[in-house]
């Protein structure tokens, strides 16, 4: 039995998402007495966010579902300065244009997840530029920069792992924390935002907005805070052996996001089916009993339902049908991933390594020759054993395209043009 009585804090601690709360009955009474604001801020620091950034809005899903009004924040302001926290050393620092142009990229993947035109709590999508860019230095510098003490900010662990490693800390990063805790009190006087959320190594910033704004005379604000995942294994969540799990389509497509979730580590699926999916928790507990060769049936449920939700229902079947017709039945499936060249570079002939960089299934012609060696590529379904064979012209399939494989589950249709 929960010990929460609000819906969103007990539908977040069954399904895994909660680290820390900065006052759980305090919390919990007010998300039962009132409809209650609350946000999370996403840096544009590339035109897409990653799987990294689910567990994130997943909150803000179920923050809706529950009755209440998520805010979505842009970094438009802080983007500017980069977050240091835990990080080695600091981001590069971005263009305006550049900041303008991710935001408006990555706008596109909230609406698949939280509703901004209707019902009973409509989310916002708010950019913190609109106060952030236009902040005089010097009012700012007595007006907020009073209540921040040096000691206090230097003892937060984000800091102190950097200092800790002695690389050096910006001034300018040294802003980020106060910067993120004035968007807290400034979202509080525009919206009447009471919470916000965040991954665990927020905690810090999150907690100097609370601070601030008790200082600043609002009401009692709330911190929430999920924790950083990695798989099993110990990878980065977000991250595959090719690169970044994107969640915008033009930069990953549904079959290849599709795949990432299908080859989930059998330890990771329980969790993974309670943190993103919105499959009832009893048929979640089902799910997660199975094991043997039914685990990889409930590896394609999951695949299917947390592609469903980003790329829609129809993408999502249709990517599971691609995996069926290529893995189960051999069949070229016209859904496959699809790279183009020149039809002149395949007369001439592109040599194997070339063409499996080229392809995205290799980092290097290094590691394209330990496939081979490894016996994992397959050339249109035939095993590929030496690595200096040249694909050519003759190698095109009836249907106009060369096959290429790495193992089971990378395939790649080369389409001269």
Same mark, same amino acid.
């Given at each position: 039995m929960s010990k929460f009585k609000s819906e969103f804090l007990h539908t977040l601690s069954e399904r895994g998402f909660i680290h820390q709360i900065s006052d759980e009955s305090g919390l919990d009474d007010l998300l039962v007495k009132e409809q209650v604001t609350a946000y999370i801020g996403f840096d544009p620091t590339a035109p897409s966010l990653h799987a990294g950034s689910l567990i994130q809005i997943m909150m803000l899903h179920w923050f809706q579902k529950t009755g209440h009004r998520p805010i979505s924040l842009m970094g438009g302001g802080t983007g500017m300065v980069g977050d240091p926290s835990f990080k080695d050393e600091a981001r590069k620092l971005m263009t305006l244009d550049t900041i303008e142009e991710n935001i408006a990229s990555i706008q596109r993947v909230f609406a698949n997840y939280i509703n901004y035109e209707s019902g009973n709590a409509p989310a916002l999508m708010i950019n913190n530029a609109d106060w952030l860019r236009k902040i005089n230095y010097l009012e700012f510098l007595r007006d907020v920069g009073q209540y921040f003490s040096v000691n206090r900010m230097l003892s937060f662990e984000s800091v102190k792992t950097r200092l800790d490693r002695e690389q050096s800390l910006s001034f300018l990063e040294f802003n980020y924390m106060i910067l993120q805790a004035y968007d807290f009190v400034e979202l509080y006087k525009q919206t009447g935002c009471r919470m916000q959320m965040g991954g665990s190594d927020q905690w810090g910033n999150i907690?100097?907005?609370?601070?601030?704004?008790?200082?600043?005379?609002?009401?009692?604000?709330?911190?929430?805070?999920?924790?950083?995942?990695?798989?099993?294994?110990?990878? &980065?969540?977000?991250?595959?052996?090719?690169? *970044?799990?994107? %969640?915008?389509?033009?930069?990953?497509?549904?079959?290849?996001?599709?795949?990432?979730?299908?080859?989930?580590?059998?330890?990771?699926?329980?969790?993974?089916?309670?943190?993103y999916t919105t499959l009832p928790m009893d048929e979640v507990a089902r799910l997660s009993a199975l094991g043997g060769a039914e685990l990889n049936e409930v590896k394609k449920i999951l695949a299917t339902e947390v592609t469903a939700m980003l790329h829609g229902r129809a993408s999502a079947e249709e990517a599971a049908e691609t995996?069926? &017709?290529?893995?189960?039945?051999?069949?070229? *499936?016209?859904? %496959?991933?699809?790279?183009?060249?020149?039809?002149?570079d395949l007369d001439a002939g592109l040599g194997i390594l070339t063409l499996l960089v080229q392809a995205g299934l290799a980092g290097s012609n290094g590691e394209a020759r330990r496939h081979i060696k490894g016996g994992a590529v397959k050339l249109n379904d035939e095993a590929v054993a030496d690595d200096r064979l040249t694909v050519g012209s003759g190698e095109v399939s009836g249907e106009g395209v060369v096959k290429l494989s790495v193992g089971k589950k990378k395939h790649i249709l080369v389409r001269p043009v």
């Amino acid at each position: 039995m929960s010990k929460f009585k609000s819906e969103f804090l007990h539908t977040l601690s069954e399904r895994g998402f909660i680290h820390q709360i900065s006052d759980e009955s305090g919390l919990d009474d007010l998300l039962v007495k009132e409809q209650v604001t609350a946000y999370i801020g996403f840096d544009p620091t590339a035109p897409s966010l990653h799987a990294g950034s689910l567990i994130q809005i997943m909150m803000l899903h179920w923050f809706q579902k529950t009755g209440h009004r998520p805010i979505s924040l842009m970094g438009g302001g802080t983007g500017m300065v980069g977050d240091p926290s835990f990080k080695d050393e600091a981001r590069k620092l971005m263009t305006l244009d550049t900041i303008e142009e991710n935001i408006a990229s990555i706008q596109r993947v909230f609406a698949n997840y939280i509703n901004y035109e209707s019902g009973n709590a409509p989310a916002l999508m708010i950019n913190n530029a609109d106060w952030l860019r236009k902040i005089n230095y010097l009012e700012f510098l007595r007006d907020v920069g009073q209540y921040f003490s040096v000691n206090r900010m230097l003892s937060f662990e984000s800091v102190k792992t950097r200092l800790d490693r002695e690389q050096s800390l910006s001034f300018l990063e040294f802003n980020y924390m106060i910067l993120q805790a004035y968007d807290f009190v400034e979202l509080y006087k525009q919206t009447g935002c009471r919470m916000q959320m965040g991954g665990s190594d927020q905690w810090g910033n999150i907690v100097n907005g609370i601070d601030l704004g008790h200082r600043m005379g609002t009401p009692q604000l709330y911190a929430l805070t999920a924790p950083l995942l990695t798989t099993s294994s110990g990878a &980065k969540m977000g991250k595959s052996a090719s690169g *970044a799990i994107w %969640l915008n389509p033009d930069m990953l497509s549904a079959y290849d996001f599709w795949q990432f979730w299908r080859n989930t580590e059998d330890a990771d699926v329980p969790r993974f089916l309670r943190l993103y999916t919105t499959l009832p928790m009893d048929e979640v507990a089902r799910l997660s009993a199975l094991g043997g060769a039914e685990l990889n049936e409930v590896k394609k449920i999951l695949a299917t339902e947390v592609t469903a939700m980003l790329h829609g229902r129809a993408s999502a079947e249709e990517a599971a049908e691609t995996a069926r &017709k290529t893995f189960e039945e051999g069949a070229l *499936a016209e859904n %496959l991933p699809t790279i183009e060249v020149p039809k002149a570079d395949l007369d001439a002939g592109l040599g194997i390594l070339t063409l499996l960089v080229q392809a995205g299934l290799a980092g290097s012609n290094g590691e394209a020759r330990r496939h081979i060696k490894g016996g994992a590529v397959k050339l249109n379904d035939e095993a590929v054993a030496d690595d200096r064979l040249t694909v050519g012209s003759g190698e095109v399939s009836g249907e106009g395209v060369v096959k290429l494989s790495v193992g089971k589950k990378k395939h790649i249709l080369v389409r001269p043009v």
